[in-house]
């Protein structure tokens, strides 16, 4: 039994496991990405050079692409930092801002484009009127990627050893340097797996754009948008097309995103923190 | 013991998948004993007329002890999801190209549009909604091109519905004696002056509603409606406009009870409800002909008058039905057909504003 096993690298229970999980993520994910890919491949490839290239679709990617980074760096400041508040700071109400961060992700998209249209449209009760400008896009996208790097980085924040920072103090290091040489490198790969969830929502978000932006081409209109477009005049080889432009460099990004986590990672941590499996995303 | 324990652990992945595909049987065997089930597939514009035509059927002798299975969606989504094995008895769409979809599916006959109805169901108009006062003065479609007029209309693009407001712009020029040039410079400008281009009707009303532009091109029936649920607008009919008309059909294979179910909808019985929440009837049924009052249908802008007769009225017969426009304005330009004409003023207007 034990020989039979380790010739397989794997034990019963494991087997099962990998399995499962194997059948689980190819119909959830394998098979209808690949659909994908091969309902763009129908339409030739000229069709999918026309239809990528095809001025009004190129600067709706564009516009999707150059927004989802941007935000993301963003929440990759500002994720941490309310991380860090969460975790180390005491203050009243912070149960209810706990509560209140993973809103974006509860709330259907389709609301939270109506809060955001009533909250910063033409009757914005705070004079900020971003309705039906390139603004709106950026807006929409850091309202729900907003949750993605404070939830991945707040666990393993919680679960930093105190001391370590104590010991790096108690030998001449400054704040400054502890945080960079000592909690940062702990935080990176959390950091990046948000990252890259915050990145692969942008990339997709619909939802709670489409009542703010007024979809206008060339200047609000981001492509799942043009996607629909092409699948109301059915052009599924059109759709898919510009479908298959965003997958590729969502998981281009998310590889590279990975890579450096690694590479940062195993630069010079002192501290081994395991992350969940955390940086495979 | 080993190659037991493994056996079993297969045995029960056979077992449970075998368990799934007898529920999936299962449940579409229960839905068959049960005939008196009317499967409604629909745009979501007349989900409210839709209920209340169901209540009255309910209440003959045909309609007793019928059930309604309803969905009700963006009409290409409802239309391609039919065509992707949702199931429907009834269909109910915004555009005629959504029910052709299901004919070149071979689950509709070709005959559906032969009737006397020529397969309409429900009818109404595009009227211009505007701010309260109308502070811009608009009156009609050469309004909307003026400099400074902010425009919120769904988009053509995207949603099938939205192309009844474009093509109603189109026909202003052509079908008053405008050449097809002059008709592209109209829409060009037109869609220069649009702020916001939505994905849904219901959408543009929302940010319409919501402080967006001057001008909501919208329908005659979704502006009564808007006002019977407390978010009503001003709304005028311009001289020229479009008669919208909204296709129904029975699927090939529907359960009996669909019959009498789509004869109750096209009877004076079935129009009454659609009027009453801001349909026109259909034909030229007058109010009279449904016992009904204009004072019955809440919402209009002159309640004495809720549906005032429209100077210049078309109707899609007038550009050769669907076929004659779909690709000649609003094609995508696929396999290298060329781009419609809307499609491109669409596409020009975000070009001016960089």
Request: glycine letters at 10%; proline letters at 4%.
């Amino acid at each position: 039994m034990t020989t039979e096993s380790s010739t397989s690298g794997l034990t019963r229970t494991s087997g099962i496991g990998l399995g499962v999980t194997l059948i689980w993520f190819s119909l959830l994910v394998l098979i209808p990405l690949t659909a994908v890919l091969i309902t763009a491949s129908e339409g030739g490839w000229a069709n999918f050079i026309s239809t990528v290239t095809n001025e009004q679709t190129a600067h709706a990617i564009r516009l999707t692409l150059t927004g989802a980074a941007v935000v993301t760096l963003l929440n990759v400041f500002s994720g941490t930092v309310i991380a860090w508040v969460l975790v180390r700071d005491q203050f009243p109400g912070k149960a209810l801002l706990e509560l209140v961060i993973d809103i974006p992700f509860a709330l259907p998209t389709i609301v939270a484009g109506l809060v955001l249209l009533s909250l910063y449209g033409i009757d914005s009760p705070l004079g900020i009127n971003v309705a039906n400008t390139e603004a709106s896009v950026y807006l929409a996208f850091l309202f729900v990627t907003l949750p993605f790097v404070v939830r991945m980085v707040q666990p393993v924040l919680e679960e930093l050893d105190l001391d370590v920072e104590e010991a790096a103090a108690s030998l001449g290091a400054s704040r400054l340097t502890t945080f960079r040489r000592v909690v940062l490198p702990s935080l990176t790969p959390a950091i990046f797996a948000g990252a890259a969830l915050s990145f692969a929502r942008g990339v997709g978000e619909y939802g709670s754009l489409v009542l703010l932006s007024g979809n206008l081409p060339f200047e609000s209109e981001v492509a799942s948008v043009r996607i629909l477009s092409a699948i109301e005049n059915d052009n599924p080889a059109g759709a898919a097309s510009v479908a298959a432009v965003l997958l590729v460099i969502s998981l281009t990004v998310i590889v590279i995103l990975d890579v450096v986590q690694r590479r940062l990672a195993s630069g010079g941590a002192p501290t081994k923190v395991t992350v969940g499996g955390g940086g495979r995303g | 013991m080993n190659l037991t324990s493994r056996t079993r652990a297969v045995l029960a992945v056979v077992a449970s998948v075998a368990l799934l595909a007898g529920c999936g049987g299962g449940g579409d065997a229960a839905s068959d004993a049960k005939a008196q089930t009317i499967n409604l597939v629909g745009f979501a514009v007349p989900e409210a007329a839709n209920k209340a035509i169901q209540a009255e059927f309910a209440k003959t002798p045909d309609g007793k002890d019928v059930a309604f299975k309803t969905s009700y969606g963006a009409s290409g989504d409802q239309s391609r999801a039919v065509e992707g094995g949702l199931k429907a008895d009834y269909v109910h769409f915004s555009v005629g190209t959504d029910v052709d979809r299901l004919v070149k599916a071979g689950l509709v006959a070709p005959s559906w549009d032969k009737g006397t109805n020529k397969g309409i169901v429900s009818t109404s108009i595009v009227v211009l909604g505007v701010r309260k006062g109308n502070p811009k003065n608009i009156k009609g479609w050469d309004d909307l091109i003026k400099p400074g007029v902010k425009i919120v209309t769904a988009n053509p693009a995207s949603s099938g519905a939205a192309r009844w407001n474009a093509l109603a712009a189109w026909g202003h020029v052509t079908q008053n004696g405008g050449t097809e040039a002059e008709a592209t410079a109209f829409v060009d400008k037109l869609f220069k002056n649009v702020v916001s281009l939505t994905n849904s009707g219901r959408d543009a009303t929302t940010s319409f509603l919501g402080g967006t532009g001057d001008v909501l091109l919208a329908y005659e029936n979704e502006a009564i409606l808007a006002a019977q649920n407390g978010q009503g607008f001003e709304y005028l009919i311009p001289e020229t406009t479009l008669k919208i008309e909204n296709p129904g059909a029975l699927l090939t294979k529907h359960a009996p009870v669909a019959e009498p179910w789509i004869r109750f909808v096209l009877s004076d019985a079935g129009q009454k409800q659609f009027a009453l929440k801001g349909f026109r009837p259909l034909g030229d049924r007058t109010l009279d002909d449904l016992g009904i009052t204009p004072s019955d249908i809440k919402g209009a802008q002159n309640p004495k008058d809720p549906f005032p007769e429209v100077e210049h009225l078309l109707t899609l017969e007038d550009f050769g039905g669907w076929a004659g426009v779909k690709d000649k304005l609003f094609g995508d330009g696929k396999d290298g057909a060329p781009v419609g004409i809307v499609t491109k003023s669409i596409e020009k207007s975000g070009k001016a504003t960089q």
